[in-house]
């Protein structure tokens, strides 16, 4: 067993590798109380004025508490990070860590606009929707019930989750998530189609580059 699940996390490229096992170790945590969602959820006040800068980190790793729930975004974010990772950003590990962090930036400055303490879900719905642009004629299917083209896919995860949850405010932070993906999303590949040059925010800094070895 543990050579079959050390064999499945190897397959894993690193940045969604390193980001799930870190996604499932925070919520093993809270669930084995050796720490609270009110050590982990980001606010300015808190992060900022009372000096704990860890949970501008942390709102991106904690999905809840053991549920269907967490399950579910747990496996749409892994699932959508690793085929993003493995084609449009293989072989360049530091384009994909400047998207995830620009997109968690802009997602940490929209956090007041909906006063959400947790921003995991949103970042992952941020993955699925560049994805499901760039993938226009694939057709997906949702658990075996119906099948979506890929760019409406977002629409259905977010019928989906708001339909578990039965509030609007899981749909407002997936929604949130598909806000930033479209910011990006027209960044990059919009702006390259109409005018043939991306957003400067989107483009990866020489320094983060040469972090991970990258060719600039």
């Given at each position: 067993?543990?050579v079959?699940?050390?064999?499945?996390?190897?397959?894993?490229?690193?940045?969604t590798?390193?980001?799930?096992?870190?996604?499932?170790?925070?919520?093993?945590?809270?669930?084995?109380?050796?720490?609270?969602?009110?050590?982990?959820?980001?606010?300015?006040?808190s992060?900022?004025?009372?000096?704990?800068?860890?949970?501008?980190?942390?709102?991106?790793?904690?999905?809840?508490?053991?549920?269907i729930?967490?399950?579910?975004?747990?496996?749409?974010?892994?699932?959508?990070?690793?085929?993003l990772?493995?084609?449009?950003?293989?072989?360049?590990?530091?384009?994909?860590?400047?998207?995830?962090?620009t997109?968690?930036?802009?997602?940490?400055?929209?956090?007041?606009?909906?006063?959400?303490?947790?921003?995991?879900?949103?970042l992952?719905?941020?993955?699925?929707?560049?994805?499901?642009?760039?993938?226009?004629?694939?057709?997906?299917?949702?658990?075996?019930?119906?099948?979506?083209?890929?760019?409406?896919?977002?629409?259905a995860?977010?019928?989906?989750?708001?339909?578990?949850?039965?509030t609007?405010?899981?749909?407002?932070?997936?929604?949130?998530g598909?806000?930033?993906?479209?910011?990006?999303?027209?960044?990059?590949?919009?702006?390259?189609?109409?005018?043939?040059?991306?957003?400067?925010?989107?483009?990866?800094?020489?320094?983060?580059?040469?972090w991970?070895?990258?060719?600039?």
């Amino acid at each position: 067993m543990p050579v079959g699940l050390e064999a499945w996390l190897t397959d894993i490229p690193p940045i969604t590798r390193a980001w799930l096992i870190a996604a499932i170790g925070t919520s093993l945590a809270v669930q084995c109380h050796l720490i609270t969602p009110l050590q982990l959820y980001f606010s300015f006040r808190s992060a900022f004025i009372h000096l704990q800068p860890w949970r501008a980190l942390a709102t991106f790793l904690y999905f809840g508490p053991l549920s269907i729930d967490f399950v579910f975004h747990l496996f749409f974010f892994m699932r959508y990070s690793r085929m993003l990772e493995e084609s449009s950003f293989a072989g360049h590990k530091a384009e994909y860590f400047w998207l995830l962090f620009t997109s968690a930036t802009l997602l940490l400055l929209l956090s007041p606009l909906f006063t959400l303490p947790f921003l995991s879900s949103p970042l992952a719905f941020t993955l699925v929707y560049i994805w499901s642009r760039r993938q226009p004629a694939m057709r997906i299917s949702l658990f075996g019930i119906m099948t979506v083209s890929a760019p409406y896919l977002p629409v259905a995860l977010v019928a989906i989750s708001w339909a578990i949850n039965g509030t609007w405010r899981a749909a407002a932070s997936d929604l949130m998530g598909c806000v930033v993906g479209h910011a990006w999303y027209f960044g990059t590949d919009v702006m390259l189609r109409e005018v043939g040059g991306r957003m400067p925010w989107t483009k990866t800094p020489a320094i983060v580059q040469r972090w991970f070895r990258d060719a600039p």
